[in-house]
């Protein structure tokens, strides 16, 4: 009853058959799962949980003897500390750029310059890109209300287009530094982050292609039509479509809501990686208290607290009447926002109770001394620990902690990027309910939890095993030694 694999199973059927099955909202059912998961851990395995997130023993003794109530509240906290500023900003930037028609001049701007047909192109590495320095979920929040945009434009490819999305946001957040995961694993397996980088690049490329063509697939097999929200109206979208040009705002005042959020995360990205020991970057004072303001400024949720503010700015000024209160707006926006930050904060806590029971722990002991080719081996174990907690970032740091012996021993056949690399690409598999990330994607983007299942969550299981094919063929023709 106490065993950790047990008490997965039991969380996956509590959750996936309350959705699916008894048809109740996500956010019950998570809680629901997250409340049986805990009743079933016992206190013991809860202090070990916290002994290897590096308590005293003392700290762990008194972790372990919290309550249910209250641990499954602190994981359902830790998650909306993590993201509430930033859906509830994303939420308005999204109701802004939407309403205002600065979305809608974005999307004539890209059709003038790819085309029509080439227009998911520009989506799938636009947020491959974007996925490098910024966060995986701010990228959903921003490039999605280009997409609904976009497909009322063109009048199709709605789930071709935030699939796109998808793919590139999901690939650069798991491959190329400096993003959290991979930052983290070059330094447990000593990789040269300028190498990660490179290498993250390219196998980034080849599963993004794969990923573009499961998307067409996906598309042409299951075609999701944009649909109502509760925060973009379709009714509403059309009228600004059939809008002339010149009632349009310019291209420049429309980006700024996106670029200006963007511009400084990526500064405060930049100059945290310069930054070593915290000794200060030059030896000028001015300069150095500039860099401490960008700092300030680049937090993400600060960033997109100016980008809400700019987006709000861009609405008052193309969209809203004279002397209309902004209230009510802002308000259904975040009534829209609301929704997404309970059930993802309630999918924290279910994966947050499932870390608790000892599962990544569990799966390290069992794979400890397999003997199987180390790239595999490395796919593999991260991929069960994603699945098991949810978490593409937990996996990567489990995975890495785990093989950072065998990844530096001598006589190495390849470089050690390569398990690095499958590390990233096994941290994909596979997304579903405890996984936070699914249910910003399914809430941001209207999709409902089932066609999500069949389409995101093969998505991503496609990429990883194109990396994974990619990798090994890669450590066999240039081994990088």
């Not at 916290?50 to 008194?62: H, N, R, T």
């Not at 097999?221 to 109206?233: E, H, V």
Request: charged share 10%; proline share 5%; net charge positive.
């Amino acid at each position: 009853m106490t065993n950790p694999f047990f008490i997965l199973a039991i969380g996956i059927v509590i959750v996936v058959g309350g959705i699916i099955g008894f048809k109740l909202h996500p956010f019950l059912a998570l809680l629901l799962g997250a409340f049986v998961v805990a009743m079933l851990t016992p206190a013991s395995q809860i202090e070990q949980f916290g002994l290897s997130k590096g308590m005293d023993a003392s700290a762990a003794l008194a972790y372990s003897k919290k309550s249910i109530g209250e641990r499954i509240a602190t994981e359902f906290g830790n998650t909306c500390a993590k993201i509430g500023i930033l859906i509830a900003m994303a939420a308005i930037i999204g109701k802004c750029m939407l309403e205002s028609g600065a979305a809608e001049r974005i999307i004539r701007s890209l059709l003038k310059l790819t085309g029509i047909e080439k227009a998911p192109f520009a989506f799938l590495f636009g947020s491959f890109f974007l996925g490098i320095p910024v966060f995986f979920d701010t990228v959903i929040f921003l490039m999605v209300p280009l997409a609904k945009a976009m497909a009322l434009r063109i009048g199709k490819n709605y789930l071709l287009l935030i699939l796109c999305i998808m793919s590139g946001a999901a690939m650069a957040n798991s491959l190329v530094p400096p993003s959290p995961g991979p930052l983290f694993l070059i330094g447990e397996l000593h990789i040269p982050i300028g190498l990660m980088m490179m290498c993250g690049i390219v196998v980034g490329f080849f599963t993004i292609s794969a990923g573009y063509l499961f998307s067409v697939w996906t598309n042409r097999k299951w075609p999701i039509q944009l649909r109502d929200s509760l925060d973009a109206k379709l009714e509403d979208l059309k009228v600004i479509s059939s809008k002339e040009d010149k009632n349009l705002p310019n291209l420049l005042i429309s980006l700024l809501p996106i670029v200006v959020p963007l511009l400084l995360i990526i500064a405060d990205t930049t100059i945290t990686n310069m930054t070593k020991g915290g000794s200060p970057l030059t030896s000028w004072y001015l300069v150095n208290r500039l860099f401490a303001a960008v700092k300030f400024l680049g937090d993400k949720n600060i960033a997109m607290v100016i980008g809400g503010g700019l987006a709000l700015l861009v609405m008052v000024k193309n969209k809203r009447q004279k002397n209309e209160s902004l209230t009510p707006f802002v308000q259904t926006a975040l009534m829209s926002g609301g929704g997404i930050i309970l059930i993802t904060a309630a999918g924290g806590a279910f994966g947050g109770t499932l870390q608790q029971s000892g599962i990544s722990v569990k799966i390290a002991e069992l794979t400890s001394g397999y003997q199987m080719a180390l790239i595999p081996m490395a796919f593999f174990i991260s991929a069960i620990v994603r699945t098991a907690q949810g978490s593409a970032t937990v996996a990567l740091i489990t995975a890495s902690g785990i093989l950072a012996g065998m990844a530096s021993q001598p006589g190495l056949a390849f470089n050690p990027v390569y398990i690095g690399l499958s590390i990233g690409c096994g941290s994909k598999l596979v997304p579903w309910m405890n996984d936070a990330g699914f249910w910003i994607f399914c809430k941001v983007t209207d999709l409902t939890e089932k066609e999500a299942l069949k389409t995101v969550s093969p998505l991503l299981a496609v990429m990883g095993l194109t990396g994974l094919i990619v990798i090994l063929i890669g450590a066999k023709l240039f081994p990088l030694i």
